[in-house]
């Protein structure tokens, strides 16, 4: 089937696409982060980058599901009107056969009907001649008036035969000329229907081919917003791996200023908690996971209208990491800088950054339902020592 020649709309798409990932190649992969919060950023930019190229590619995968649907049902269409026109045309060879049988019946009528009318013609005209002669001839021919009467009617009867084989000749060339009418009027009948059925037909393969020519569009497409979202995993690897080696750096950096008694880390900066926690989402109780339910590292806290309402620092401390986690989302990791630390996930907005000292009560980001999530919530975890513990342990 001839496939139709791409529009000028497919290009421009196309174009654009490609523009874009050129782009987003020439800033992102050009430019090189110096900073944690930097890294950071970025890291936030190219995860809303790749949720809006899954995204796209989501759509893009059930639009090509449709399109194929669609030609599979424009398919099955073709298939029954192609068969359809194999009726119809077997139906009027069929026709065509029986008007050439009885094309060939009239001409053998006609032919007949024509010998006997010349035989017909010869007798009248020699009959013509004789005139009274013949009559005369019969009469003095005639032994009596029966025998005279015999022969008259014998002659009658000869020319009344003539004429009545060449009645029944034509009564049966009309009959044939009048069934061939009728055969005429229904190959028309069927030419009519095959012609609507041509016609059909075309149409159907026009919209095959137009499905076709937009199948091949959107698998494009697809194939360029795939690569387009390679390339932002690609560079989301890189940037994990710079991001985790900083906040490694900014660890250990914090650990010995802790262990060296820098006075600008104690007290009022937040560094060492407390010791003593407090409930990290203020107005919400509700728990739809516990601490181990099925490995469970902490508690899910949830209930209605809780999306975007603040998280607070269930103790103070500093943020040894506040960004996108693939798991987490966007989440913050609190050092309380006594053996215990504190995480928050799947916010909706980050309310503090890597590196900042926040006190109890303080607070660090917005419930949302980011990262591997199945609704707003917030996930919470006590880790102490390096192992989680149940948080629930603390209140």
Known sequence: MQLLKKSAPFYKRIVALVM?????????????AQTLAELQAQQSELQSQKDSVEAKLEQLKNDVAQKQEYMDEVYVQIDVVQQQLDVTRQEIDALN??????????????????????????????????????????????????????????????????KDLIDRLTEQLLEIEDTLDKIKESKETLAA??????????????????????????KGEQAIAEGHAHKIGVEMGYNEAEIAELEEQIRKQLEAERKAGNSSNVGGSGYTGTGNFIWPMPGYTYITCYYGSGGHRGIDVAGGGIYGKAIVASDGGVVTYAGWNDSYGYCVFIDHGNGYETRYAH??????????????????????STGNSTGPHLHFEVIRGGSTTNPMSYF
């Open 347 to 368: 916010m909706s907005q980050l309310g503090t950054t890597t590196g900042s000292s926040v006190g109890q009560n303080e607070v660090i980001g917005y419930v949302g």
């Open 97 to 162: 056969l029986q008007i050439l049988e009885l094309e060939e019946s009239i001409a053998d009528k006609q032919a007949s009907i024509d010998e006997n009318f010349e035989l017909l013609k010869e007798r009248i005209k020699a009959l013509y001649k004789q005139g009274e002669a013949s009559t005369i001839a019969i009469i003095l021919n005639s032994r009596n008036l029966m025998d005279f009467t015999e022969k008259s009617e014998i002659m009658r009867a000869i020319t009344a035969h003539d």
């Open 20 to 32: 874009s990932v050129m782009f987003f190649t020439l800033t992102v992969f050009g430019v090189g």
């Open 193 to 218: 229907k095959k012609k609507d059925l041509d016609d059909k037909s075309e149409e159907l393969s026009g919209y095959y081919d137009e499905a076709y020519a937009v199948l091949v569009e959107l």
